[in-house]
């Protein structure tokens, strides 16, 4: 194996002063902006810096989102408490989904087949209806199917069929998820 100088890694950094501006919205401003009611304020914040954001989306103030402008969110969908997501490439979510608290939706890595680990990127998709529970981890390039549901705790690092209930670490089928009523 030959000799790697990780000091001579460096990476682009698009809208680097956006960023800047941005994290420190996201760290304050957004942050005081507590509770339900206050949603359409923490909403125009995000809009601000280029989310594509239906108007009724319930993203709490807790949560922690890199780059606004690789945010969509459609109708009635729901980021909980402390839900971070870090968007180097753009983050999808669906109508009537629900993000729960503590997950982590990452959507860059690092390329291992190459001495200096140059970072990679690539869209997550969270279908319409579709479930991520609390403190789950979803992986680049993942697409959670409509209506799926991602157990509480699990890694998800393969696309998630539609309709059917996954969980675990690596994260597995369960069952096919079916509505009674």
Not at 28 to 43: A, H, S
């Amino acid at each position: 194996m030959e000799n790697v100088a990780l000091n001579e890694y460096s990476e682009k950094k698009p809208k680097f002063i956006k960023r800047i501006l941005w994290k420190f919205i996201n760290k304050t401003i957004f942050r005081l902006l507590i509770g339900k009611k206050l949603f359409f304020v923490r909403n125009a914040l995000l809009r601000i810096f280029g989310a594509k954001l239906h108007q009724r989306v319930l993203i709490y103030s807790s949560c922690d989102i890199f780059a606004p402008w690789n945010l969509e969110i459609d109708k009635f969908a729901c980021l909980g408490p402390n839900v971070e997501v870090y968007n180097k490439a753009k983050v999808v979510i669906g109508a009537n989904t629900v993000i729960s608290q503590g997950s982590f939706l990452c959507t860059a890595s690092h390329d291992i087949s190459k001495n200096l680990l140059p970072l990679i990127s690539k869209q997550i998709t969270i279908k319409d209806r579709a479930w991520v529970s609390a403190d789950t981890f979803v992986g680049m390039g993942v697409t959670i199917g409509e209506g799926a549901v991602v157990g509480a705790r699990s890694a998800v690092f393969k696309d998630v069929v539609a309709w059917t209930v996954v969980g675990g670490n690596p994260a597995k089928f369960i069952k096919k998820r079916v509505i009674n009523e």
